[in-house]
């Protein structure tokens, strides 16, 4: 299955990026992004292996799934035509206000 960054997921992978560098060295930032690399393949080969967020689970949006990559989180949507990518962050973070600040900054 194609996969599509929006460029919502791709601004926060450049974000990631700088966060990565500055903090922990380019060394850190290059296993950190081959591990998503690695999770973005699994999700062209087996989009429906990624599991319901449970921040998701009560909305009842089973087309929205995670992948977990090192320390980062993957949200994506399954379409019939592709898988896309909504969302790359830390896994520390409050993902429900960080989708409510999305939803609210795209209104």
Same mark, same amino acid.
């Given at each position: 299955?194609?996969? &599509?960054?929006?460029?919502?997921?791709?601004?926060?992978? *450049?974000?990631?990026?700088? @966060? &990565?560098? *500055?903090?922990?060295?380019?060394?850190?930032?290059?296993?950190? @992004?081959?591990? #998503?690399?690695?999770?973005?393949?699994?999700?062209?080969?087996?989009?429906?292996?990624?599991? &319901?967020?449970?921040?998701?689970?009560? %909305?009842? $949006?089973?087309?929205?799934?995670?992948?977990?990559?090192?320390?980062?989180? #993957? #949200? @994506?949507?399954?379409? $019939?035509?592709?898988?896309?990518?909504?969302? $790359?962050?830390?896994?520390?973070?409050? %993902? *429900?206000?960080?989708?409510?600040?999305? #939803?609210?900054?795209?209104?």
């Amino acid at each position: 299955m194609k996969v &599509v960054f929006l460029q919502s997921a791709e601004a926060d992978l *450049k974000d990631l990026r700088r @966060y &990565v560098i *500055k903090n922990f060295g380019s060394t850190a930032w290059a296993s950190s @992004y081959a591990k #998503i690399k690695e999770s973005v393949a699994l999700i062209e080969a087996h989009p429906q292996a990624g599991r &319901v967020p449970d921040e998701l689970e009560d %909305l009842n $949006v089973a087309q929205y799934r995670q992948v977990i990559s090192g320390m980062n989180r #993957i #949200i @994506y949507e399954v379409r $019939v035509d592709a898988a896309y990518i909504h969302l $790359v962050c830390d896994t520390r973070r409050d %993902l *429900k206000g960080l989708l409510m600040r999305r #939803i609210v900054g795209a209104a």
